[in-house]
C-alpha cells in the first residue's frame, strides 16, 4: 500500500516551494525530516525540500584538489558547504571572516548535513545578515507555515473550464474598473460569476439561485476556483482583512519585482547580471508573487527585453540597462 509522501510525489512540482532555495537558518537545517523513502529529499511539515539557501561567515576552509569545503556559522550553527571546482582557473577562493551566502543542495555525507553549493555570494551590505533573518522569519510565516494542500485532480479537471471562464470574467472586469483588485463579496455579488459557479455545480441547484443555502454552495465554488487561480499564479490574495485579490500583471507585479530582483541580486554592479533561477527564487519567496509559473517569468523577461529595460548578459544571465 502507498504511504503518504508516496501519494504526494506526483505532486511535489506543483509546490511552489519545492523550486525555490528555502532561506533557513542553520539550526533549522538540523531539524528537517530526512525522507526514508526518497535520498535526498528532506521535509519540513508537508513541505519537500531539496535547495536551501544560507547566510552567514566562514569559519573554516578547506582547499582540495577538486572542490572546496567551506564551514559557516550563522549563529544558529555551522555547516558544511561543499563547492566542486568545475573549472579551477575561475573558481574564487574565499577567506576566514567573510560574510557569505550559500545556495545549493542539501545532501548528507557520513551521517552529517551538508550543502552542495551552487552559488556563492560575498556579500558587501553590512546590513545583509539582520536583512536575512527578517526574510527567513517572515517567509516562516508567511509562507512556510501554510500547509501544502494536494490538488484535488478529479475535481480539478471538472472545473477546469469554469475556472477558466471566471478568469476571463476578472480580466474583463478589472480592465472596466481600471483597477487590478477586487474583493470576494463584490465578486460573488456579480451575476455572471453566479452562473459560472452554478453552471460548475450542476443543473440540479441553478433552481434554487434565490436559495441562501444555494448561495453559500456558490460562495464556496467560487472561493474554490479562486485558490485554483491562486495556485496557477493568475491572482494572488492581497488583503486578509478586506478579503480582497488581486490580479497579477506584467506592468504593476512582475515587471518591477523583476527589476527589482537583478538589482539587489547584482549588488550594486548592474553589469554583473542575475540568473534566472535566482531571480525566480527572489519572486517566488514573496507572498504575491510565490505561485508565478517559470514560463510567465521567462515571458516578461523578453518583454522587458524588447522594452530596453534589460539585456541577456548570456545565456539564463540578465542585466540592467
Not at 197 to 222: H, Y
Not at 239 to 263: C, F, G, N, Q, R
Request: hydrophobic share 35%.
Amino acid at each position: 500500500m502507498a504511504t503518504d509522501i508516496d501519494l504526494r510525489v506526483y505532486y511535489w512540482g506543483l509546490n511552489s516551494t519545492f523550486w525555490a532555495h528555502r532561506k533557513l537558518f542553520v539550526k533549522e537545517i538540523y531539524e528537517l525530516k530526512e525522507s526514508k523513502e526518497y535520498k535526498g529529499i528532506y521535509q519540513s511539515g508537508n513541505h519537500v525540500i531539496i535547495r536551501v539557501e544560507v547566510l552567514g561567515t566562514i569559519v573554516s576552509v578547506d582547499d582540495r584538489e577538486k572542490l572546496t569545503v567551506y564551514g559557516v556559522d550563522d549563529g544558529t550553527g555551522i555547516i558544511s558547504g561543499c563547492y566542486w571546482k568545475i573549472n579551477s582557473s575561475t573558481i574564487d577562493l574565499y577567506c576566514l571572516g567573510q560574510l557569505v551566502t550559500f545556495q545549493g543542495k542539501l545532501t548528507t555525507f557520513r551521517d552529517q548535513r551538508q550543502l552542495t553549493v551552487t552559488s556563492i555570494v560575498l556579500e558587501s551590505n553590512p546590513n545583509a545578515e539582520i536583512l536575512f533573518w527578517l526574510d527567513v522569519v517572515k517567509l516562516n510565516t508567511e509562507v512556510y507555515s501554510t500547509p501544502y494542500v494536494l490538488p484535488d485532480m478529479a475535481s480539478e479537471s471538472g472545473s477546469s473550464s469554469s475556472t477558466q471562464q471566471l478568469m476571463e470574467f476578472l480580466s474583463k472586469y478589472t480592465q472596466e474598473s481600471e483597477v487590478n483588485g477586487f474583493s470576494f463579496r463584490d465578486l460573488c455579488s456579480k451575476s455572471s460569476v453566479r452562473q459560472i459557479a452554478l453552471t460548475s455545480l450542476g443543473s440540479n441547484v441553478i433552481d434554487q439561485a434565490s436559495n441562501t443555502r444555494c448561495f453559500s454552495e456558490i460562495c464556496k465554488v467560487v472561493r474554490k476556483m479562486l485558490t485554483q487561480l491562486e495556485m496557477k499564479g493568475e491572482i494572488y490574495y492581497k488583503d486578509a482583512s478586506m478579503d480582497s485579490y488581486e490580479i497579477i500583471t506584467d506592468d504593476h507585479h512582475l515587471k518591477p519585482a523583476i527589476i527589482k530582483a537583478i538589482k539587489d541580486i547584482s549588488k550594486g554592479s548592474l553589469h554583473q547580471g542575475a540568473h534566472i533561477a535566482r531571480i525566480t527564487d527572489a519572486l517566488h519567496s514573496t507572498q504575491s508573487l510565490c505561485h508565478v509559473g517559470s514560463a510567465r517569468i521567462l515571458d516578461s523577461l523578453k518583454k522587458l527585453i524588447c522594452e530596453s529595460e534589460i539585456y541577456q548578459q548570456s545565456n539564463q544571465v540578465y542585466c540592467i540597462v
